[in-house]
């Protein structure tokens, strides 16, 4: 199973991470289906080196020709002037295995509860931290998540 291999992978690198997107919601408690994987990371220039190793070790490329340390160093300029908000992955022979690291966020601002799935602890953002990221984006599906963490509080 992709999650699984992603998050053997991601400790294996030691990439200090947490889930954020509908699997974090699902961990949680919540129903939601989804197929890509949501992550925020430290942002801290050897975490991004980390993350990419972890993520190209598993099949899986760079949306974009940007490297970790380019994402990184360029970070603000990518978020303000070019609109990025995710450095995404796909592996190119089964695009339904699919990343996206959110840029916007710093894990080390945040707060994060070990989850068990999949046969693995899985570090996943704290409610409250899930329910701030998701309120900035505004999303349909993320009002929805909102609703749904906000019944198990």
């Known amino acids: 199973m992709f999650i699984q291999k992603l998050i053997q992978s991601l400790s294996k690198h030691s990439v200090n991470y947490a ?5 974090a919601v699902a961990l ?7 197929m890509d994987v949501d992550l925020v990371i430290q942002v801290d220039e050897q975490n991004f080196l980390n993350a990419e ?30 609109n990025m908000v995710a450095w995404s992955f796909v592996n190119p022979n089964n695009p339904a295995e699919m990343v ?4 916007t966020e710093d894990l080390i ?4 509860v070990n989850k068990q799935g999949f ?3 899985i ?3 704290a ?6 990221m998701k309120k900035k984006s505004g999303r349909p599906q993320d009002l929805e998540d909102i609703a749904a963490l906000k019944k198990l509080k």
Do not use: C, W
Not at 109 to 112: C, E, G, L, R, S
């Open 28 to 34: 949680h408690g919540a129903f939601r289906g989804t």
């Open 127 to 132: 409610i409250d931290d899930l329910i701030q």
């Open 53 to 82: 190793k972890a993520l190209i070790s598993i099949g899986l490329q760079a949306r974009l020709p940007v490297k970790a340390h380019e994402v990184f160093h360029f970070r603000d300029e990518y978020i303000n002037n070019r």
């Open 19 to 23: 889930l954020v997107g509908g699997y």
């Open 100 to 103: 996206d690291i959110i840029i």
């Open 119 to 121: 046969g693995l602890d």
């Open 123 to 125: 570090q996943v953002l």
């Open 109 to 112: 601002k945040m707060n994060t």
